[in-house]
């Protein structure tokens, strides 16, 4: 995004967040003349560059239409900082000539008629060792792809670049845009999560940027947008496949620019916001199919993590397991459970996995696998229901019965007896629940 801080007055509060996490050093940044083709590209690792055609530039780009010294780039969390140094054809972003700006990686300038990018050094970040602990950040993973992944975690501690999460759904895209926050420079302020694909079409625009009051048919009161609501934190914006195309051009404009313009207003407001974005499609295919603009996916794609599924990372379900029976309120889990677990497929990922260990944890039992292998153990079990000397309708019931208080010990115990959070997740009127509860004696716990 562009911006100088120290105009906004946030020099103050950013020295105080740096006091609190000492040693952060931002993302170095990886400098590449697109325009004229064929020179070197430059590792800017830390501190500052001087962009010129003089031959003791640190970065030299050879145009007639670039002064000796140019221009001078400095890392900072956000990005770089730009600073032109009284070039005769200036420095420009966006068509606009620019004196001194913070850009985020992931930008394009031009230096006088050179153009360069400026991109995120994601080279440094696949070198060095894996992660030595099997945990970081409340994340859990003894697998060297997890490893190697805390590894990188810790890496863009001083960064705020925008990150693209990509995996299957229930592989922990969450808890890693969490990890990123809290370990980023703007850990004090605002998380502010959006799934994109939870939100009916219509009113996404209106939900990330706001909406100015009698915008649209139902905009009784103004209402700020979810960008807002991060300002000076971080945005998680999940499922960002989903996102219609007519907004996604604003989406951009507010990743370039660090502006926003809610819908119907006529000004536009500034915000401080690093992004994570995560998706379960490959979004370079949603690109393919004019579903998803490039530009944008290249925008969000600054670095990209891609989260393996479970049954890729079977080392990780024991750890995994032990420390979701913790957050059940079971002490341990015994190892013939934990056998049990590890003979599983996991098509839901981690999220199947915290399911089970919970409902081990109300039940005493690992409830029935779904899938295939386990189907035949399903369907002996419901054998032992069939007595063809009793009707259909009665059998039917007993069985819904079972199920039900099966399903209701589970709900509760994922929700910790919360019956209001119950009725959400199950999707059951609050009352009715309430009642169901009451009637299987579960009401009061
Ligand atoms: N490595 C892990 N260690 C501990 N808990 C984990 C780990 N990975 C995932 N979980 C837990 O599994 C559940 C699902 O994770 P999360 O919601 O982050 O997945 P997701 O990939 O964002 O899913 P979706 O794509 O459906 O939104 C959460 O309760 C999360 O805390």
């Not at 003894?142 to 925008?162: D, N």
């Not at 706001?210 to 649209?216: E, K, L, M, Q, T």
């Not at 056998?339 to 915290?354: A, I, P």
Request: with cysteine; charged share 25%; proline share 4%.
């Amino acid at each position: 995004m562009a911006h100088d801080p120290s105009e906004e007055g946030l020099d103050s509060a950013t020295s105080t967040l740096i006091h609190d996490l000492p040693d952060l050093k931002p993302l170095g940044a990886m400098l590449r003349i697109i325009e004229p083709a064929g020179q070197k590209p430059h590792r800017l690792a830390s501190g500052k560059c001087i962009i010129g055609s003089a031959p003791t530039s640190d970065f030299v780009v050879t145009s007639p239409t670039v002064s000796r010294t140019h221009a001078e780039l400095e890392l900072v969390p956000d990005g770089v900082r730009v600073t032109d140094l009284g070039s005769r054809n200036g420095t420009h972003y966006l068509g606009q000539r620019i004196e001194r700006a913070v850009l985020s990686l992931g930008s394009r300038i031009k230096v006088g008629a050179a153009e360069i990018a400026i991109d995120a050094d994601t080279e440094s970040l696949e070198e060095g060792a894996a992660y030595p602990d099997d945990e970081y950040r409340n994340i859990v993973g003894a697998s060297y792809a997890m490893r190697r992944i805390f590894a990188t975690l810790e890496r863009l501690e001083g960064s705020l670049v925008t990150v693209l999460v990509e995996g299957e759904s229930g592989v922990g895209k969450e808890l890693i845009a969490r990890a990123l926050h809290e370990g980023s420079e703007v850990f004090a302020g605002p998380l502010v999560v959006v799934n994109c694909g939870a939100i009916p079409r219509d009113l996404v625009a209106s939900e990330l940027f706001g909406h100015r009051r009698g915008a649209f048919t139902g905009a009784v009161e103004a209402r700020k947008g979810a960008f807002e609501s991060a300002d000076g934190g971080t945005l998680f914006l999940d499922e960002i496949g989903e996102l219609p195309l007519d907004v996604q051009p604003m989406l951009l404009r507010a990743l370039e620019t660090g502006e926003l313009r809610a819908v119907g207003a006529d000004g536009t407001r500034r915000v401080r916001v690093r992004v994570v974005a995560a998706t379960h499609r490959m979004l370079e295919e949603e690109v393919e199919a004019g579903r998803f603009r490039e530009d944008l996916f290249y925008r969000l794609a600054v670095v990209r993590m891609r989260i393996p599924p479970l049954r890729e990372r079977p080392e990780d379900i024991e750890p995994i397991a032990r420390r979701l029976a913790e957050q059940a309120g079971q002490k341990s889990l015994p190892q013939t459970i934990i056998e049990q677990l590890k003979s599983r497929t996991f098509r839901g990922n981690v999220r199947e996995l915290r399911n089970l260990v919970q409902a081990y944890a109300a039940l005493g039992y690992l409830p029935g696998d779904k899938s295939a292998a386990n189907e035949g153990a399903l369907a002996a079990a419901l054998a032992a229901y069939v007595d063809l000397d009793r009707p259909f309708l009665a059998q039917k019931e007993a069985l819904v019965e079972d199920f039900t208080v099966v399903y209701l010990r589970a709900l509760l115990a994922r929700t910790q007896g919360n019956q209001s959070a119950a009725a959400r997740i199950s999707g059951l009127d609050r009352t009715y629940l309430g009642r169901l509860l009451a009637r299987h004696g579960l009401g009061k716990r």
